[in-house]
């Protein structure tokens, strides 16, 4: 099983959004991002987080306040994308969550819900909605692309 605790980089030691619901920071498309928003208007570790997101070209879901959209529109202009390098890429936090979650359902047997559940530490009914969501965002994605 992959161990996430020793892979975590320290500012997520004071990220406010490990204290919550991870479906916060995941709204349903349409769906409203404010309350993960003014979360990360309190935390800590913001700037970072942003910066992680933004490095790793998160694709998905509310990252040091930011949304997906947001993000997209910060690395399009110059400044973003000088202060912002693609290179530095990390895989950590939610980020390492979503490689667990792929791991453990790409098995010749695929984990449960609430197996891979319990080693990232949300609630099996909270893997099964954020995976439904990745890939209907991933879905619409490709439609987008071929249209
Ligand atoms: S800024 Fe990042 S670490 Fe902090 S609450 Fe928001 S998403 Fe979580």
Redesign the pocket.
């Given at each position: 099983m992959i161990t996430l605790a020793n892979a975590l980089p320290e500012?997520?030691d004071?990220?406010?959004?490990?204290q919550?619901d991870p479906e916060l920071?995941y709204p349903e498309k349409g769906g409203n991002p404010e309350p993960?928003?003014a979360?990360?208007?309190?935390?800590?570790?913001?700037?970072?987080?942003?910066q992680?997101?933004l490095n790793n070209h998160e694709q998905f879901?509310?990252?040091?306040?930011k949304t997906e959209r947001e993000r997209r529109e910060l690395l399009a202009t110059p400044r973003g994308a000088a202060v912002h390098p693609i290179q530095q890429r990390r895989r950590t936090?939610?980020a390492e969550h979503h490689q667990t979650i792929v791991a453990m359902l790409d098995r010749p047997t695929p984990a449960t819900w609430s197996q891979i559940g319990a080693a990232v530490g949300w609630s099996g009914d909270a893997v099964k909605k954020y995976w439904h969501r990745q890939q209907a965002a991933a879905q619409q994605q490709e439609q987008e692309l071929a249209a």
């Open positions: 500012w997520q004071d990220a406010l959004c490990r919550v920071f993960a928003k979360l990360c208007r309190t935390c800590d570790v913001t700037d970072k987080c942003l992680y997101a879901g509310v990252w040091g306040g936090g939610l």
